[in-house]
């Protein structure tokens, strides 16, 4: 990784930390629709596989992924509109958190439905490979997700077609309440049917832009899918609502000792690439503005209720 991608990479996972934090504090406020899903703690694991890609792929992400579509050019503003629900929202106030995408910047908007993405991404995948394009395209599982039929439908398509498809397994201790092993036997790796496996330490950034980097170019080479398996943890419940009493404070704390954004900054002060001292306070400034702004935006005409949708 070049100093500039490293730079860029840092700056994505603090704005993603931040951009949450400002969510939270309108939360309370009663201010956003709907809770807030927080990706604290995998920061890396969203960012640097994002980061790994070429221009002109195309990702798929999911409610923790709020970092890789920062790094494909989402804005705050874009994020607040959201989860405010306001008219000049990419959904205009229809949908809310990060449920929406680009298509000029290569991102499918995130949906609820677990799973549903991967044959979606693997038929983006299969389009490129049709028309002979060199692009990959990229989604991300939970490990509850990963206990979905659609996972298994996608995921073993692609590994028969082999396509370029980069499958990201979130691997975060936990579905809402439920830890991994009361769903699965021997862990997300387990599920990769054939397709190329690496197992990564979703916590340090530096390590998962090397797997991810990795698995992208044996997809250009057309060895087919790889299923990329970030050890990580979810350090928030499930939602804002949720209080996570069900967490062992030691795992918890555990976990807290490998913070992904600390470790990060370690690695590049090693390097000797240390980020501008300024960048949290520019950035905290920069989200308070952006909030201001959002906060200022229309609500949806009620009168626009019936539009966009299929049938009133
Ligand atoms: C097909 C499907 N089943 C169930 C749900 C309800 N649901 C939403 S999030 C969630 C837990 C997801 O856990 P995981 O995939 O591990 O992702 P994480 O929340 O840990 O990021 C569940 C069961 C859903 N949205 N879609
Ligand atoms: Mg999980």
């Known amino acids: 990784m070049d100093q500039e991608t490293a730079l860029r990479l840092h700056e994505a996972m603090l704005l993603t930390r931040l951009a949450e934090e400002r969510l939270v504090k309108?939360?309370?406020?009663?201010r956003t629709l709907g809770s807030i899903y927080r990706s604290l703690g995998q920061e890396a694991t969203a960012c640097a596989t994002a980061m790994a890609l070429g221009p002109d792929d195309v990702i798929a992400p999911m409610?923790?992924?709020l970092g890789a579509m920062f790094v494909r050019g989402a804005?705050?503003?874009e994020l607040f509109l959201q989860y405010l629900g306001r008219a000049t929202g990419s959904t205009g106030g229809r949908d809310h958190n990060n449920h929406f995408g680009?298509?000029?910047r290569g991102i499918l908007a995130p949906t609820s439905m677990l799973g549903a993405l991967i044959p979606v991404a693997a038929g983006v995948a299969l389009s490129f490979r049709q028309k002979g394009e060199r692009r990959v395209a990229m989604t991300w599982i939970g490990d509850g997700g990963s206990s979905t039929g659609a996972f298994y439908e996608g995921l073993n398509f692609a590994v028969v077609q082999k396509l370029p498809l980069i499958v990201v397994g979130e691997s975060n201790g936990y579905a809402f309440s439920t830890p991994p092993d009361r769903q699965m036997a021997g862990g997300m790796a387990?599920?990769?049917q054939g397709a190329f496996t690496l197992t990564v330490d979703g916590?340090?950034?530096?390590?998962v832009y090397g797997a991810a980097t990795e698995a992208r170019q044996r997809c250009l080479d057309g060895r087919g899918p790889a299923f990329l398996v970030c050890e990580t943890f979810r350090m928030k419940g499930h939602a804002e609502h949720d209080d996570q009493r069900y967490v062992d404070p030691q795992l918890l704390a555990q976990w807290a000792a490998k913070d992904p954004l600390p470790r990060f900054e370690a690695w590049l002060g090693r390097q000797g690439w240390a980020p501008a001292p300024d960048l949290r306070a520019r950035l905290?400034?920069?989200l308070l503005a952006t909030a201001e702004e959002a906060l200022a935006a229309p609500w949806p005409d009620p009168a626009t209720l019936n539009e966009g949708i299929f049938s009133a």
């Open 203 to 207: 916590n340090d950034a530096a390590a």
């Open 26 to 30: 309108l939360f309370r406020q009663g």
């Open 63 to 65: 409610i923790r992924d």
């Open 75 to 77: 804005t705050p503003l």
């Open 190 to 192: 387990a599920r990769s």
């Open 102 to 104: 680009s298509v000029a």
């Open 284 to 286: 905290e400034a920069q």
